[in-house]
């Protein structure tokens, strides 16, 4: 019970704090800024290359939406008592699993919001480079048909993995942040005390 109290106490604290329109300003001109240049790199990337890389990296970027959407659902259904009792144990990452569940709006917005929609939109602009290198390697195709599938297949694979990653993230919420406490531990390399 005491434990019920404490979350609702710190869910409180941090909804307060996150009252501000700081924040969506911010992530706002974050979000501008990395679509525009993930955009024009990705472009620049996929004209240099050859149909079956620009078919692997579409792949990737797809894939890392479907990560990044996973992970702020887990974020938003976890329980931060798991995580209390991993930090008293010393456990490495379970600070950063903490920061991440006590600021869920933000993490969640940013995975799921700006990384997973910059996702969205760089594979729409990947895919549509794809289809116009396709077309210019036919002959005599008609234009709607090679758009309408490789459209269909982004979406389809998109929509797809998201609902799976959904289902995982809130089936396994807390052994995902978890992980990803983990694995910003060690990219932040300072070591909890």
């Known amino acids: 019970m005491d434990e019920e109290k404490k ?3 710190i869910y409180r ?3 307060k704090k996150s009252k501000g329109y700081s ?3 911010y992530v ?3 979000s501008f800024i990395l679509s525009a240049l993930l955009i024009s790199v990705t472009s620049k990337v996929l004209q240099d290359v050859s149909v079956v890389t620009a078919m692997i990296i579409l792949a990737i970027i797809i894939f890392i939406g479907i990560i990044f959407d996973t992970v702020g659902i887990s974020v938003a259904s976890a329980s931060v008592a798991t995580f209390h009792s991993m930090a008293a144990k010393k456990m490495y990452g379970a600070k950063k699993a903490i920061w991440l569940v006590n600021n869920a709006d933000k993490v ?3 995975c799921n919001d700006v990384i997973g929609d910059i996702c969205g939109v760089i594979s729409g602009a990947a895919s549509a480079l794809i289809i116009v290198v396709l077309l210019s390697n036919m002959e005599s195709v ?3 048909w090679p758009n309408l599938v490789m459209s269909g297949l982004v979406a389809s694979i ?3 993995g998201k609902a799976v990653g959904k289902r995982i993230a809130v089936n396994k919420g807390n052994n995902i942040v978890y992980k990803t406490g983990v694995i910003i531990q060690f990219f932040t390399g300072r070591r909890e005390k």
Request: aromatic share 14%; proline share 0%.
């Open 23 to 25: 924040w969506i300003f």
């Open 7 to 9: 979350e609702i106490k």
């Open 13 to 15: 604290r941090n909804n």
């Open 108 to 110: 969640s917005s940013f």
């Open 142 to 144: 008609e234009t709607s």
């Open 28 to 30: 706002t001109i974050i």
């Open 158 to 160: 998109t929509v797809g």
